[in-house]
């Protein structure tokens, strides 16, 4: 290290008290509910290269700690004293936007005429125009359906608003002047950041402060590699699905083989699907981004507290993300639902890891992470108010040795709850339920946190609802060690009555004021054999509402009548349950449910690898088409209009295979005729 160690962690606090309170004016000063409430923001300080050496601990979105401002700096050239540049462009930041909605300021900072570090901070905007209100369809199939794109330039020249760029953003976005208050408490907080890195730097001096900066990126690397130690050597492989491509029924499939060697670790996504006509690729430039390794940071942090938090964290892991594939696609590929894939990315990774070492990790989270947003019309003006309802997830996978969290989870940002009373403050309609779900998480000795209920009831007409980033309705949340899967997603309209109908995932719906929906987000997975759950806890968690007295007995094999526990027959359910077990049989490491168990029967790990492999070598357009006609060819009811239950929709599984081996065969075929053209 350059500085004397004790003056490091002096250095490090200090930095990370200016990214604070940076966030702490961001959010004060904010307009909107994105930001003032669910905490969808993120502010930090970074190197003079664009990498993240001071960031808040416990404000704003957590996840983004390895971006990288540089790509975007590069491309505006001749950056002076009081220029600010702006950017929500997933391809030319090269992945610092990850979808449009998200507008990135950077501030270089100057010392005697040098850049001596950059302010950074972003916001989720309420609206960047495009297709729908909010700007995010998991329908839009390339990304100038999403709104405006913003290349990398400045929003302020040596401290003089340019106001021909906020004209053009007025112009392309349906509630400009809430949005703008944004930006403003954005410029804001740069201007904090600035002015404490001046008096640091008055203080300390510049090489000081400079100094400051690598040796805190190696004081990271190097506790981070000491945890990464935990993990064996050797290499490991998982793959997670997603429900659905939106345009067919057809899974989205990620892979992840973790190597590990002496705590240096390898991702590798080879054998993931290729992208998609969707908004669920994520924009990564191929890159280490920090949704391929967010659970990674999870684990480092969690075993080891006085880690500072900066890019250095990441320095002893190496991805390879192919080009072309969900995690890389070439640019034009629609992104904006890219949280979702990111969900299901990091759980593959969470398995891998748990593959390599049992116990190290929870298992599944419900892996949703839905903004319910609301458009409510104003009859006077014709004008569209847009607004979140709230931010709704499920709950966390249990864990060796604890119980899940319960209608919370934090695995993909740490995003708050929005007070019902601030969001019907802006709205007319009313929220009619918000509680834990029950039975929702997976049993197990350890119990999968309970997802949520979430209903509104419609007050006006030409009235909205959008809910992105709708998953698991097909594919559980995996349990661990035989833990149980966790419950399924539902979105249901008008429940308990006569009218009452499941909607599916949503994307856009139009209900009737009078009407209610009702989200029900799914549970995390269960960890260990749920014979082995004490009795009193299965007693206490229907006491309280977590689980019902039939889930109760159908799970746990725990009797309760009339509220009271019947333990004679609690006791003569579960000995017979064990009678019936195989004891040869191996307690399996993942409990995946009748779906996946049905979907992996048909679709193994090496027929997947060599399918996407086959696909990746055709055009980037016509990947999907013969993706999507493959699997109709094999599973056709796929095809079919409606929901389809995934253990069933595979029907005779010999059949299945035969059908399968004719569409590789001719696949292989026409790729052979290719080579030889």
Same mark, same amino acid.
């Given at each position: ?63 983004? &700690? ?20 702006? @950017? ?14 998200? &507008? ?27 297709? +729908? ?22 929003? +302020?020249?040596?401290?003089? $608003? ?19 208050? *944004?930006? %403003? ?14 008096? &640091? ?7 000081? #402060? ?49 190597t590990a060697k002496d705590g240096h670790i390898h991702l590798d996504f080879t054998g993931s699907d290729p992208q998609v ?21 999870? #684990?480092?942090? =969690? ?53 390599? %070492? ?29 607004? +979140? ?19 919370? *989870? ?38 999968? !946190? ?24 097909? #594919?559980?949340?995996?349990? $661990? ?10 979105? +249901? ?20 004021? !009078?009407?209610?929906?009702?989200? $029900? ?15 009193? $806890? ?11 007295? *039939? ?20 006791? =003569?359910?579960?000995?017979? /349950? ?40 055709? =055009? ?10 493959? #699997?109709?060819?094999?599973?056709? /009811? ?23 081996? @004719? ?15």
């Open positions: 290290m350059r500085l004397d160690p004790v003056l490091v962690e002096i250095m490090s606090h200090k930095v990370t008290a200016i990214a604070e309170e940076m966030a702490i004016a961001l959010q004060r000063t904010a307009r909107t509910t994105y930001v003032k409430e669910a905490g969808d923001f993120g502010t930090a300080l970074a190197t003079p290269d664009g990498h993240f050496f001071a960031y808040p601990k416990v404000m704003g979105v957590s996840g983004f &700690l390895d971006s990288n401002v540089g790509p975007t700096l590069s491309r505006v050239p001749d950056l002076r004293p009081g220029d600010v540049v702006i @950017t929500n462009h997933a391809y030319l930041s090269e992945g610092l936007a990850t979808h449009m909605p998200d &507008l990135h300021l950077i501030r270089p900072i100057f010392h005697d005429g040098t850049i001596v570090c950059h302010a950074w901070d972003f916001i989720h905007s309420a609206d960047i125009g495009g297709g +729908v209100p909010s700007s995010i369809s998991p329908r839009f199939s390339d990304n100038f359906q999403e709104g405006l794109q913003i290349p990398p330039l400045k929003l +302020v020249k040596e401290g003089v $608003m340019n106001e021909d760029v906020l004209a053009l953003y007025r112009a392309n976005c349906r509630t400009p002047e809430v949005n703008l208050g *944004d930006i %403003k408490a954005m410029l804001s907080a740069l201007l904090v950041g600035e002015r404490r890195v001046k008096q &640091l730097i008055a203080l300390h001096g510049v090489q000081t #402060f400079l100094d400051a900066q690598a040796d805190l990126g190696e004081v990271a690397a190097q506790k981070a590699l000491a945890v990464q130690k935990m993990i064996p050597d050797g290499s490991w492989t998982f793959w997670d699905l997603m429900d659905d491509d939106y345009n067919s029924k057809v899974p989205i499939r990620v892979r992840c083989t973790l006509l969707s908004a669920y690729n994520i924009p990564t430039g191929g890159h280490r981004h920090p949704w391929l390794t967010l659970k990674l940071m999870h #684990f480092i942090f =969690s075993h080891d507290k006085t880690i500072p938090l900066n890019h250095g964290i990441f320095e002893n892991i190496t991805v390879n993300a192919p080009r072309g594939s969900v995690m890389n696609p070439a640019p034009g590929a629609a992104v904006g639902i890219r949280s979702a894939t990111a969900i299901r990315l990091n759980e593959a990774l969470v398995g891998a890891m748990s593959s390599a %070492k049992p116990g190290v990790m929870p298992a599944a989270s419900g892996g949703i992470m839905i903004p319910a947003v609301l458009v409510e019309e104003d009859e006077r003006t014709g004008d569209r108010r847009v607004m +979140v309802l709230q931010s709704l997830v499920g709950g966390t996978g249990a864990r060796d040795g604890a119980d899940g969290v319960d209608g919370r *989870d934090s695995s993909l940002a740490n995003q708050r709850n929005t007070p019902m009373e601030k969001t019907e403050e802006e709205a007319e309609a009313i929220i009619t339920e918000y509680a834990l779900r029950p039975d929702s998480g997976g049993a197990g000795m350890w119990r999968g !946190g309970t997802g949520v209920v979430f209903q509104v009831k419609i007050a006006k007409a030409g009235s909205a609802v959008l809910g992105r980033g709708m998953e698991r309705f097909v #594919f559980r949340p995996w349990g $661990m060690a035989g833990g149980l899967p966790g419950e399924k997603a539902r979105v +249901v309209l008008n429940l308990g009555t006569p009218d009452e109908r499941d909607l599916g995932k949503l994307d856009i719906f139009h209900p009737e004021p !009078g009407d209610t929906v009702t989200i $029900m987000t799914p549970g995390g997975g269960g960890y260990g054999d749920p014979l082995e759950r004490p009795i009193a $806890m299965v007693v206490e968690d229907v006491r309280l509402g977590y689980v019902t007295p *039939d889930a109760a007995c159908r799970d746990y094999g725990v009797v309760i009548i009339d509220g009271e526990l019947d333990e004679a027959e609690t006791e =003569s359910e579960r000995a017979s /349950r064990r009678a019936d077990r195989d004891d040869d049989e191996p307690v399996a490491a993942f409990g995946f449910g009748p779906e996946r168990a049905a979907w992996d029967a048909l679709f193994d790990d090496a027929t997947m690898v060599e399918l996407n492999a086959a696909l990746m070598a055709l =055009s980037p357009g016509h990947r999907p088409l013969r993706r999507r006609a493959l #699997f109709e060819a094999v599973v056709p /009811r796929l095809a079919e209009a409606g929901p389809v239950p995934m253990d069933e929709v595979i029907g005779d599984l010999s059949a299945a295979r035969a059908r399968l081996d @004719t569409e590789m065969n001719k696949l292989r075929a026409a790729l052979s005729a290719t080579d030889a053209a």
